[in-house]
């Protein structure tokens, strides 16, 4: 089980979100790339970035602040938020990211789904986010009427190379990862899954790992590591 820092990008900031509500953020630092390092530092093999603007926004908000991570990192970046047309990924691809997480657009564009998957093959994740055991798309703003099961068979004949799924109604309330709903879905998904929601102590991860399920790729730490709840070379040395 990979275990994978988060930045949250919002205004060029590292952020945490409650939920994912917009409004409701806590900025941690004003120099993501910094951060990026620390986590490096820290043993972290993947760094997880959002865009939370171009979530909002359904286009790129924050890419100075990820050309920054980039720069000062050798480690692997994956990064989602508001890719929604091919141009966006080969943006990031020429970026040197080296995956790129679609969220909205995996539901309501397959033709783009698919022509990303075929000139990026392995480097194209979706992130399919649950709400109330739904769908929700556009920042989490609104929840589609999609049966999940039959959206993770679509989205693996795509060519998509690994799923994140993020309990949204855990999501940086620190109440400790739903580890039914986790493994429920990761049995359920014929593609690696990431997992995020939640995860708050090393309890929490213990619980992860001893699902024993061979779909499990890794888990997002965001809230837990800036609050200190979770050392993150801690993590790394037990888990990746």
């Known amino acids: 089980m990979l275990i994978i820092p988060a930045i949250d990008l919002k205004d060029g900031k590292c952020v945490r979100l409650y939920k994912g509500e917009e409004g409701t953020e806590t ?38 602040a990820v050309k920054d991570i980039r720069a000062s990192v050798k480690c692997s970046i994956q990064v989602g938020g508001g890719i929604r047309n091919i141009e966006t990924v080969r943006e990031y691809a020429g970026l040197g990211i080296d995956r790129v997480i679609i969220g909205t657009a995996a539901f309501n564009d397959a033709d783009f789904l698919k022509q990303a998957c075929e000139e990026f093959p392995g480097r194209i994740a979706v992130g399919l986010d649950t709400k109330n055991g739904k769908i929700a798309v556009k920042g989490w703003k609104e929840v589609i009427d999609t ?51 939640g995860i708050a102590t090393m309890a929490d991860l213990e619980k992860l790992d001893s699902l024993g399920l061979g779909g499990l790729y890794g888990a997002i730490l965001g809230k837990s590591l800036y609050t200190g709840s979770i050392d993150l070379k801690e993590a790394v040395s037990r888990y990746s």
Not at 152 to 174: F, K, P
């Open 147 to 197: 049966d999940t099961k039959e959206a993770l068979r679509d989205l693996y004949e795509a060519g998509v190379s690994i799923i994140l799924n993020t309990n949204i109604d855990r999501d940086g309330t620190m109440e400790g990862i739903n580890v039914n709903a986790a493994r429920e879905f990761i049995e359920m998904s014929p593609l690696p899954v990431i997992a995020s929601g």
């Open 27 to 64: 900025v941690f630092s004003e120099r993501p790339g910094e951060v990026a390092a620390r986590w490096e530092a820290a043993g972290a093999k993947w760094i997880h970035v959002v865009d939370l603007d171009g979530a909002f926004k359904g286009e790129p908000g924050n890419l100075a």
